[in-house]
């Protein structure tokens, strides 16, 4: 995955020490690109290259680099340079890189930070994770709401280099309570007039969220509402950050990834598949695994105070693993439809006696075909037309049953204020497959 | 889920044709919250509500109302002032729109849009669903590289209004091929140098998509490069629309939501859950159910064939569910981890040989430990210390096999062409139940 096409030529001019190339080299493309182009070189190297870059470049290249190698960069160079660099990043992900870093590395830095980059450290990572005061940024546009156009239009200009985005200006009165917004779009549309003043023209309904709100509220406001920037305020309205449309975007793909894996009953993993040590993913996994087995032990008691149904009957045995999966794939199927349908905010956890006749009437349905093609199968090995039904009831109790417990635990992990898609499809098998052994052995016993 | 606290309100307005009122009703709040607070309404009442906002608003709060209610309103409100509707509609969601509304009155309409929108959208509908031009505006900025940094700003000052984005403004030549960019943080900041050209502060190296690229690509690039908006050019590089932030937002949770069902086994539904017709979604859980089901039977088939082997040991049978189960749960991690891995760029097919050996490890680590609990489980019921090994020899090759196939099975479909996460899953665990049950047996017929 490693461009390697510039590497040789990128190394001679480090040996060289050619300045002007390494500028030039740093300059020529979109930062993300250059990053690309350094992938293959060795952290000291890439530093060696970005100290060619002007400092407000260099942090945009720096920001597209692998996550290792940035950490690698942070330990490793000279810490007044470091110091620099870190005071130039974006806020937000400042925090997140130096929670990474060699505490002792941290220790020396901080001091050599301006004093008021310091407190934002600080205050910024006593958020709990995954709250929107742990993902906001502090670097963004205040204005007052007496400032005329030209005036707001000026102060912007002056301070753009700074800021995350320059494309909503948050008006705030002298103690930082939020009083409104205006884009950019409605300054530059105002061009033409240009003493009109921010406070006629600032929208005043505003779509905010608290510091302390998680993370996953905010991107489906920002989604719901088509924000490029939501404005994170305190308990008191006052205006403490903002978050910007791609860390909402990185938010996104982080819960998906997160969602995925629960449902597949991983442990998240904090690096890539292939970067994560062998002994972390097989724990990662083996946590759940060994859990699901347990679970699955259940069957084999309930089979084993059974045995005398088993012994009696052994044709029964044949459809064991068919009904045990039929049961799992329904039930696996409504907690897929009900997770995705909380999630998405298409139903909540009142309409569970909707959702409940829903799916009762679909296991009936889906119960109803599968036990038909199961009666004709059963047919050709039990020893009688009566026999053979047992297959057809056990088959339609068992799907019901999977409808019903795969549409209802996520809605009661919900209800308990856990994450649906954080147990329930795991939980889900395990728990049907024992129910769909219960459920065969006693229609087995009623009727034989 | 409806807000109805304004509803009697808002209908008593409309029985006394209160114009002010409503007018101020539409202004006062964000268009979205004014659709939320109109949730309540019929189609035609919503319409009555919506002419009395100026155009421009109307479009935004329009876009805000449920998906159905526009349909409903687009189909049965009076054509001429529809048509003015839809010709101010984002040229990308009309298109949509356009889709699902009665092709009667859609004929109808357009003879009454200019005949520039009509093209628009003959245009937009011909592109293939889910690639870029699909989901692009052709709204955007389009500026000359001889501009100013004032003219240029007079220039989006004019046009702000009708473009979906002023935020990044785009350089064309005479041809429409595309040049460089120029953002408006840029222009901004060069305020205080209202003479500067453009073509001076352009930015000429640029992330494009492709117009048939396919959207999760779009989505892929606007993350890592964490762009406002993209511009899409044709094979000869005329730039020819954009993708803003918002609608990667939307495609981002749309194929979210289309992996959640694809790994649960469900056709993905088009409506919400509860909206969509149980007779539609029995049958989008049905097609599956049915697959796995005769996949299943295949275990049924295979058991059959053993059925010696079963009737000679019948505590062998107690174990049955708990080593298919364990399988497949094996393999089902493995699956989710090689499929979260692809779809993040994090693995390529190419590293198969790195990720069979790691699956190929994992699953002796796991194996091993479960196979370890399964033999002092297996001692209590089996008649010897020999007869017992049976079960954790099963479990150990189970898993590794469960991790293996689990792992390769996305790979070969990534291979083939076809998305990981639309069959791997399901696949994969009726794959390995019945390969449990073959290795299960076949241990069992080779020791005992």
């Given at each position: 995955m490693t461009n390697t096409l510039y590497l040789p030529e990128l190394r001679e001019m480090l040996a060289e020490n050619n300045a002007a190339e390494l500028r030039e080299f740093c300059e020529a493309l979109h930062p993300a690109r250059t990053a690309e182009f350094m992938e293959g070189l060795s952290a000291p190297e890439m530093w060696a290259v970005l100290r060619h870059a002007d400092p407000q470049l260099r942090v945009q290249i720096f920001n597209f680099l692998d996550y290792e190698k940035q950490i690698e960069i942070l330990q490793d160079a000279d810490r007044a340079e470091i110091a620099q660099l870190v005071s130039d990043l974006p806020p937000d992900d400042r925090v997140d890189l130096l929670e990474e870093v060699n505490p002792e590395v941290v220790a020396e830095l901080m001091p050599l930070l301006p004093v008021e980059e310091r407190r934002d450290i600080q205050r910024l990572s006593s958020f709990p994770e995954d709250s929107a005061g742990a993902i906001m940024t502090t670097e963004f546009a205040r204005l007052s709401e007496n400032l005329s156009v030209r005036q707001a239009l000026d102060e912007i200009g002056r301070q753009a280099e700074d800021l995350?985005?320059?494309?909503y200006l948050y008006v705030v009165d002298t103690e930082d309570h939020l009083r409104g917004l205006v884009s950019a779009r409605q300054l530059v549309s105002k061009i033409g007039k240009p003493d009109t003043k921010i406070g006629d023209i600032m929208e005043r309904d505003l779509v905010t969220v608290n510091v302390l709100d998680d993370q996953e509220q905010v991107a489906d406001k920002v989604a719901h509402y088509d924000l490029l920037a939501i404005p994170v305020v305190d308990d008191e309205w006052r205006l403490v950050g903002i978050i910007t449309h791609d860390d909402v975007i990185d938010v996104m793909r982080e819960e998906a990834e997160e969602d995925a894996y629960h449902r597949g009953a991983v442990?998240?993993?904090?690096?890539s598949y292939l970067e994560t040590r062998l002994v972390t993913l097989t724990w990662k996994r083996g946590i759940w695994l060994a859990v699901l087995f347990f679970a699955a032990l259940l069957t084999a008691v309930t089979l084993e105070h059974h045995e005398a149904v088993i012994a009696g009957i052994p044709w029964l045995v044949l459809f064991l693993p068919l009904i045990v999966s039929t049961g799992g794939n329904s039930g696996n199927q409504s907690a897929t439809l009900i997770i995705t349908a909380l999630s998405a905010g298409d139903?909540?956890?009142?309409d569970w006696a909707r959702i409940v006749r829903r799916e009762f009437l679909m296991g009936l349905m889906l119960g109803g075909s599968l036990a038909a093609v199961g009666y004709l199968c059963a047919l050709s090995v039990a020893p009688g037309y009566y026999d053979a039904t047992v297959i057809p009831i056990t088959i339609l109790l068992v799907v019901v049953c999977g409808t019903l417990t795969g549409s209802l635990l996520p809605l009661l992990f919900r209800r308990m204020?856990?994450?649906?898609?954080?147990?329930s499809n795991p939980f889900v098998a395990g728990l049907i497959d024992l129910l769909g052994i219960i459920i065969y052995m006693n229609v087995s016993l009623l009727m034989l």
């Open positions: 995350e985005t320059i494309y442990h998240p993993l904090e690096k139903v909540r956890v009142n204020g856990l994450d649906p898609a954080m147990m």
